[in-house]
Nanobody, 126 residues
């Protein structure tokens, strides 16, 4: 599976951005898709995940109510709509995928994902 993320940029606090991640190489609807982020000097952490079609979307507490993850199976694409951005959202954002049907408690660990995109930088100024 190849993942290509895009949509990052430099914005001000309170602004919005939409990230996109296009997947290729495998039946998209069967993939568990995730978004993670990594700030400088910190570990990569979970942001959101979407289990295979119709099985729910899950968010980190830090982004709940501000970020929305959506998947378009017809376009093999997942999106991360980020609203009300804060300086602490500044990070490199990565999309990830796995063909393993992860249980809920396994969605949050980066090590459970087999495929990663190249990352896209999001910088939020105060």
């Amino acid at each position: 599976v190849q993942l290509q993320a895009s949509g990052g940029g430099l914005v001000q606090a309170g602004d919005s951005l939409r990230l996109s991640c296009v997947a290729s190489g495998r039946t998209f609807s069967n993939l568990v898709m995730g978004w993670f982020r990594q700030a400088p000097g910190k570990e990569r952490v979970f942001v959101a995940a979407s289990r295979w079609s119709g099985r729910g979307t899950y968010y980190a507490d830090s982004v709940k109510g501000r970020f929305t993850m959506a998947r378009d199976n017809a376009k093999d694409t997942v999106y991360l709509q980020m609203n009300s951005l804060k300086p602490e959202d500044t990070a490199v954002y990565y999309c990830a995928a796995t063909g393993t049907q992860l249980i809920l408690s396994s969605l949050y660990a980066p090590g459970n994902y087999d495929y990663w995109g190249q990352g896209t930088q999001v910088t939020v100024s105060s």
